[in-house]
T-cell receptor, first 113, second 113 residues
Framework: AQSVSQHNHHVILSEAASLELGCNYS??????LFWYVQYPGQHLQLLLK??????LVKGIKGFEAEFIKSKFSFNLRKPSVQWSDTAEYFC???????????FGAGTRLAVHP | DTAVSQTPKYLVTQMGNDKSIKCEQN?????MYWYKQDSKKFLKIMFS???????INETVPNRFSPKSPDKAHLNLHINSLELGDSAVYFC????????????FGSGTQLSVL
């Protein structure tokens, strides 16, 4: 079945460590790609998005993501995490011709001081 | 000013009851959504309305009935609540199609006892 996969369900890091969260999708053709973040007790917020152009996308709070079409991937990265980055991270895809946003299962990131 | 607001924030009820969750957006967006987030944090779309018209109706039991009195409101009514309905329900809106940014409400945590 077509889907959005986030392979890391739970990631634990120390402050200043580098972060990379994987996201793969199985839809062909043109896709729009998103990363959303849900801080504890809060609603989802957009971190960054890719529609077209430069495959390296920069978002808020020092996050970036790289679209690699050949790998159907859109991994999220941050060079140095902070305790305040503790949250749930969701990759999401709008496949071409679909009028809905399809979410991955989420990755829970815990950053220890 | 809250962009997408949902009420109530918490809802605890008995099995078999009927309950409603309200959602309002003051962003002037044309499209509104309901998402369900289960205990494993998996987010799945339930419904989408565009200018008061239903455009997405996923495989949701017909005990769930969305109602959009105007394009700023999308309420969710649930009949004959079941234990499995316990989840967090998020309302969201977007200017047009979901390949644009979604703005989420803060969620309604529904607990069915």
């Amino acid at each position: 079945a077509q889907s959005v996969s986030q392979h890391n369900h739970h990631v634990i890091l120390s402050e200043a460590a580098s972060l990379e969260l994987g996201c793969n999708y199985s839809y062909g053709g043109t896709v729009n790609l998103f990363w959303y973040v849900q801080y504890p007790g809060q609603h989802l917020q957009l971190l960054l998005k890719y529609f077209s152009g430069d495959p390296l996308v920069k978002g808020i709070k020092g996050f970036e993501a790289e679209f690699i079409k050949s790998k159907f991937s859109f991994n999220l990265r941050k060079p140095s995490v902070q305790w305040s980055d503790t949250a749930e991270y969701f990759c999401a895809v709008t496949p071409n011709g679909y009028n809905k946003l399809i979410f991955g299962a989420g990755t829970r990131l815990a950053v220890h001081p | 000013d809250t962009a997408v607001s949902q009420t109530p924030k918490y809802l605890v009820t008995q099995m078999g009851n009927d309950k409603s969750i309200k959602c309002e957006q003051n962003l002037g967006h044309d499209t509104m959504y309901w998402y369900k987030q289960d205990s494993k944090k998996f987010l799945k779309i339930m419904f989408s309305y565009n200018n008061k018209e239903l455009i997405i109706n996923e495989t949701v039991p017909n005990r769930f009935s969305p109602k959009s009195p105007d394009k700023a409101h999308l309420n969710l009514h649930i009949n004959s609540l079941e234990l499995g309905d316990s989840a967090v329900y998020f309302c969201a809106s977007s200017p047009g199609q979901p390949n644009e940014k979604l703005f989420f409400g803060s969620g309604t945590q529904l607990s069915v006892l």
